[in-house]
């Protein structure tokens, strides 16, 4: 098992560009998540997913977009990049919290600076 | 609205100490879901420990233990023997059942274990 792979380990963006954060499981984890984290703070929900078809915004959604058409695969997309969004993003993957062989898993994280 | 307070923003301990680190949540909902997660310096994420709201028995992993108290909304981690690997920010999180997709995560308490 790969666990939870993100692309790319680094970005740096010039304001006004976009671009897609990829995220891949291999666990057939029904959930998946975004996450941000600016220097120290705790990580903030972007986007998540509870199942192939199904995404609902986070805590701080603006700026960005998510889809899920395969259970594998939850891209994060940047539409217009922007200073603000200079920060960490994790991608995470689980099965139900209720779950009884419950765990969690990140990705890597994936540095984006823009400028 | 889901909330999770890590009141203590930094701890330094010496190696050996026992080390208590607290988290207070808020919820409206009665079936939530609690997590630990540790991330060392190297950045990565490690999920460590999830409990459900309605099982209150405390949980004990090696030198790891946890204490959930339904009266005071709080979710204590507790380290025995503390060892220089323990450095690291530690997170804790809260999820509802009723949306059990969305976590909300406290601020983190950095952990530094001098040897």
């Known amino acids: 098992n790969a666990g939870v792979t993100q692309t790319p380990k680094f970005q740096v963006l010039k304001t006004g560009q976009s671009m897609t954060l990829q995220c891949a499981q291999d666990?057939?984890?029904?959930?998946m998540s975004w996450y941000r984290q600016d220097p120290g703070m705790g990580l903030r929900l972007i986007h998540y997913?509870?199942?192939?078809?199904?995404?609902d915004q986070g805590e701080v959604p603006n700026g960005y977009n998510v889809s899920r058409s395969t259970t594998e695969d939850f891209p994060l997309r940047l539409l217009s990049a922007a200073p603000s969004q200079t920060s960490v993003y994790f991608c995470a993957s689980s099965s139900h919290p209720a779950a009884r062989s419950y765990e969690q898993y990140f990705g890597p994280g994936t540095r984006l600076t823009v400028t | 609205a889901q909330k999770v307070t890590q009141a203590q923003t930094e701890i330094s301990v010496v190696e050996k100490e026992d080390v208590t680190l607290d988290c207070v949540y808020e919820?409206?909902?009665?079936?939530?879901?609690l997590f630990w997660y540790k991330q060392p310096p190297s950045g990565e994420l490690v999920f460590l420990i999830r409990?459900?709201?309605?099982?209150?028995q405390n949980e004990i992993s090696g030198r790891y233990s946890w204490n959930f108290q339904k009266s005071t909304s709080s979710f204590n981690f507790t380290i025995t023997a503390s060892q220089v690997v323990d450095s690291a920010v530690y997170f804790c999180a809260l999820s509802e059942a009723a949306n059990a997709g969305k976590s909300t995560f406290g601020d983190g308490t950095t952990l530094t274990v001098k040897p």
């Open positions: 666990m057939n984890h029904e959930y």
């Open positions: 997913s509870v199942g192939a078809g199904i995404t």
């Open positions: 919820t409206r909902d009665t079936t939530y879901y």
């Open positions: 409990r459900n709201s309605f099982d209150e």
